[in-house]
């Protein structure tokens, strides 16, 4: 089953009883021309409100196309991340946040653009960003002291919808922020990278789980972290391998 199945959508979710049913129903709707098999992955970061029970139904109401695990208790959203990833059984992987800012309608512009050229990843840029404009000018600051850092040049680290090829999410580093950081890991591994616009929305329902303040503190500690890797980061390439003279053989 897990050979046919083309698009796998990772959505980490915390108490987001609000987003659930719409969210579902409207990735859905976007899809309904997508014409390759495709499954739905909420991670579930140990919400204590009704996000469970909703995810259940959805299962019961798309049985083919939703799949949801929850964890015991809250292990943020970088532990989500990587579940969703682990658990994900597609060919493309594509990532959304659980508060519906973020519009399915754009993956599958996101994915022509991936397999038409070339690239590894396509990274959503929010053109026309709809949050306050506190979180606007501290998203700006963040990202350029991001790219500064880390020597990148992403346009917009913190928009969390981007489709890629299921190899670029295998075996990243598994720390606390992690997700933060996507585009400079994965390029990082030796894949490529492009960016395009995509739709942004207000938050309409539910509340977000992160202050300015909070992403400021953790994510500071976060790029340190991420510079180190990219100094001590280990790679190579093979000249040739056994494999090469037994393929040599079977010819």
Known sequence: MSESIYLSIVIPVYNEEENIVPQTEEIVEALKDFDKKYEIVFVDDGSTDNT???LE??????????????FKENRGQTAAFLAGFEEARGKLVATLDGDMQ??????PKMIKHLEESGFDMVNGIRAKRRDNIIRKISSKIGNG???????????DVGCSIRVMKRE???????????H???????RMKGYTITEIPVNHRERTRGKSKYGVLNRAFVGFNDVMAVRWMLKRYLKWEYKKTSDDILKKDDK
């Open 52 to 54: 469970l029970p909703l």
């Open 57 to 70: 139904q959805m299962v019961e109401k798309f049985p083919d196309k939703v799949r949801f695990f929850s």
């Open 102 to 107: 973020n519009d399915p309608h754009d993956l």
């Open 145 to 155: 002291f991001r790219n500064w850092m880390t020597k990148e040049s992403v346009s």
């Open 168 to 178: 670029c999410v295998q075996k990243l580093p598994p720390f606390n922020g992690m």
């Open 180 to 186: 933060r950081f996507f585009p400079t890991l994965v």
